[in-house]
Nanobody, 124 residues
Framework: QVQLVESGGGLVQAGGSLRLSCAAS????????MGWFRQVSGKEREFVAA????????YYADSVKGRFTISRDNAKITFYLQMKSLKAEDTAVYYC?????????????????WGQGTQVTVFS
């Protein structure tokens, strides 16, 4: 079993920055692909960014490309989402997710483990 705990959410003015962290613990943590998703109340969970176990390949939703950066520190078993130039439409609950696999996944149902979510609110 893998446990994921997000942190770093909060209230930020449009144009500002936040860095979300996702700390993993539990069973031996290897060969896990990771992803960030977000969800607004009443809407489906939306893909934001994904990264392979090695960190060598990343992928972003068009809506965040150039503004968000996903990264990971396997030694610390933690991965991150650096968010810059935030917009009001980035407001959502952000979730980190993990799953065994060597390739990227943009699909929520392909991830077995999820964090509890952290709220990000961007105000104008």
């Amino acid at each position: 079993q893998v446990q994921l705990v997000e942190s770093g959410g909060g209230l930020v003015q449009a144009g500002g920055s936040l860095r979300l962290s996702c700390a993993a613990s539990g069973r031996t943590f290897s060969n896990y692909r990771m992803g960030w998703f977000r969800q607004v109340s009443g809407k489906e969970r939306e893909f934001v960014a994904a990264i392979t176990w090695s960190g060598g390949i990343t992928y972003y939703a068009d809506s965040v490309k150039g503004r968000f950066t996903i990264s990971r520190d396997n030694a610390k078993i933690t991965f991150y989402l650096q968010m810059k130039s935030l917009k009001a439409e980035d407001t959502a609950v952000y979730y980190c997710a993990a799953d065994t696999g060597w390739t990227l996944s943009l699909i929520p149902r392909e991830y077995d483990y999820w964090g509890q979510g952290t709220q990000v609110t961007v105000f104008s």
